[in-house]
Structure formats: C-alpha cells, structure tokens
C-alpha cells in the first residue's frame, strides 16, 4: 500500500468527481493521501475534505505563488488550524522565483519564515516548495534547525541533499523522475538513503510516464514507487513499504 505525500484534491480539475475519485483511492492501493493547501481558503477546504476521509491528511499554508493574499488575518487562521486533528504539517510554503508574476522574493522570503515560525511554534513538519530558488530557501531552513520537513519534488543538487540529510530532513519525489529528460533527481535518488525518501504525486499535475499529459490523481502513485525501486535495486514492494513507513512517520500516523 502507498502513502501519497501531496495531492491538491482542491483543483476544481476535480470538480466533476472529487468525492468518487477519492473514495476509490484504498481499492486501488493508496492507504494514505497528503492534501496542502495553498492559501487560507484551500487550507481550510484541505481541512474539511480530511474530515470527511479516514485518508485523507491535511497540511495548511501559503503557497509562494499566493503569498500575495498574506496578511495577519491569514496568519491567524492558519495557526487556528494548526489545532485540527487531521493537520499534519505546515504547507505548502517556500520560494518560486520561476513565475515572474509571483511576488517579489522579499515578500516571499517573509511570508516562508512567518510560517517556519508557526512550524517551530506548533511543532509540526513543514512541506517546503522550492523552485529557481535554492540558495535562499536553504539559507532560511539552516535557520530553523529545530524544524523537520521535507522538500516536496526535489529538485536541488546533491550538496544541499546532503545537508538536508545530515539535518534530518525528507526528499520526496514525483512522476518528474519516470520522465525520459530525468537526471540528476536520478542520481539523488541512487545516493539517497532509503529511510529519507518519501513519495508524491503533486497531484493534478506530473503525471508519470506512461500517461503524462493526463490529469494525475494518486492512483499513479505505483510508478513513482516502482522507478525508485529500480533506481535502488529493490523489489517495488519493498519500495512501497518503505517510502509509506517513512512518510507515517514523519507525519505522525502510526500504523
Ligand atoms: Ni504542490
């Protein structure tokens, strides 16, 4: 059975069929679904499709992207949720200075350690985004040594994955790894300790090969498995309960 460490099941592309889609996830081999939250909003939406799913586990927090809606009423709310008992982690948060449409990265660099503050404050993991960033986002999590998290579809080099490791911290990969131009997240992959990785499917985007394009959910959480299976030299079912061991984990949710 697999733990799908991030999937935005608040993507109106699941307005048609959300709920039966879900539901079906432990039929098809998903014991346990991560949902972030990328605002206030979805934070608390994140929430409530939790409460209504045995499986489902929310994270809550301000996405870089819309970390323009930040505000001390957001700040609030989102330490209120913090008290719910499916909440998990704190997420998704971090840098994108990939879209130059996002906020300037001063503004992002502030609303990313207002909510490590909330992590430390609260005890709870962080789920770390980070793109076209790296220098700045590991500046700030060196900062914070007494946060765990993880960095979700990680895309950094070998170095900052080996002080990320040294600080205990998670890498968690996505379908990008099944794809044919995949390469350095390879090398990662084969260098990474075993009881570091954890599984995602970014949900409803990164679809693995072979059905990339496709909107994905995490029922094609499997291929990313089984691609770290390959990479390690182990059998894909040694691959699934490991990677779902170390996210019950780091999420706190005992078997
Ligand atoms: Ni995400």
Redesign the pocket.
Known sequence: MYFDT?A?YGSELYDTDREELIASMPARGVELIIN?GCTLESSQGAVALAERYDHVYAAVGVHPSDCHTWSDEVEQGILALTGHPKVRAIG?IGLDYYWKDNAPAELQKEVFIRQMEIARKTGLPVIV?NRDAHKDTMDIVRRYKDVRGVC?CYAGGIEDAKILVKMGWMLSFTGVITFKNARRALEIIKWLPMEHIMIET?SPYLTPEPFRGKRNDSGYVHLVSEKIAELKGISPEEAARITTENARRFFNIPG
Do not use: I
């Open positions: 991030h935005h972030p998704e985004h979700h970014d």
